[in-house]
């Protein structure tokens, strides 16, 4: 089942069962039941035909709400449901923030594309945002050959309001840390209009070792995304989709941080 904590704020964002005003019908299994499923998909990387028996619903049942609670944005819910827990307790480190991305093989669908890194593979990449503890503020999908720096804006505009302990809510970071795909002046000036201090490693200048100190967080939390085994390679189509798992990847990293 679905930890308890979790399930208490999933409650809080999830539609209401559609109603038949006929009747009949098949049973429609509850919603804590798909959660779970969904969630063993997302981590075990195993395919919705998959699914053990134990579960309860289908494969093609969870896949179906599934896609039903990705178009309600549900996972964007939960995942800023969950910041807000954390920011109200004062978890957040909003200090010094880091952004980076990581490239997967896609197989199909839309914002794929030849990954430069990778023999020109077809695969999409994700960017993300993270406080100084390493946790997901804001995440972003696109194609494996879109240049880390057409992501930055994106990112922090896509940092939804977060309650803070004390005072308004709060959505920019003290200050950024990047590595050279983000230096640009253009990215410099924006970052200093939006009166957030930057730390972008220059190129032909700066070691690219010299700010893994600061920028260490967001490859750990790289690695944590990477425990999800449904985000190893891109088997979904629909981005959507694909943005979903890892919405709800980046929800159980805050959640496990939450529930400490």
Request: a positive charge; one cysteine or more; proline letters at 7%.
């Amino acid at each position: 089942m679905a930890p308890d904590g979790l399930w208490e704020l999933f409650e809080r964002v999830v539609p209401p069962a559609p109603q038949r005003p006929q009747g009949g019908g098949r049973r429609r299994h509850g919603d804590r039941e798909v959660l779970a499923a969904i969630i063993f998909v997302a981590t075990s990387g195993c395919t919705w035909n998959q699914l053990p028996p134990g579960f309860g619903p289908s494969g093609m049942t969870a896949f179906r709400r599934f896609t039903e609670w990705t178009e309600a944005r549900v996972w964007a819910k939960l995942h800023r449901l969950v910041l807000e827990e954390l920011g109200a307790r004062g978890e957040l480190d909003w200090s010094r923030c880091a952004i980076d991305s990581v490239s997967v093989r896609a197989l199909k669908g839309r914002l794929t594309g030849p990954n430069p890194t990778d023999r020109g593979k077809k695969g999409s990449k994700i960017h993300l945002i993270v406080d100084r503890n390493g946790l997901p503020l804001s995440l972003g999908v696109s194609a494996a050959n879109l240049h880390d720096s057409q992501a930055l804006i994106p990112l922090v505009r896509g940092i939804p309001p977060i309650r803070s302990r004390r005072g308004p809510r709060r959505r920019r970071p003290a200050k950024l840390h990047g590595d050279k795909g983000y230096d640009y002046p253009h990215l410099r000036r924006w970052l200093s209009l939006w009166q957030i201090s930057h730390r972008i490693a220059r190129r032909g200048t700066d070691s690219s070792q010299r700010l893994g100190r600061h920028r260490w967080v967001v490859e750990r939390t790289l690695s944590w995304l990477s425990g999800c085994r449904r985000l190893h390679r891109r088997y979904e189509r629909n981005p959507e989709h694909f943005l979903a798992f890892t919405a709800i990847t980046a929800t159980l990293i805050c959640h496990r941080r939450n529930a400490k």
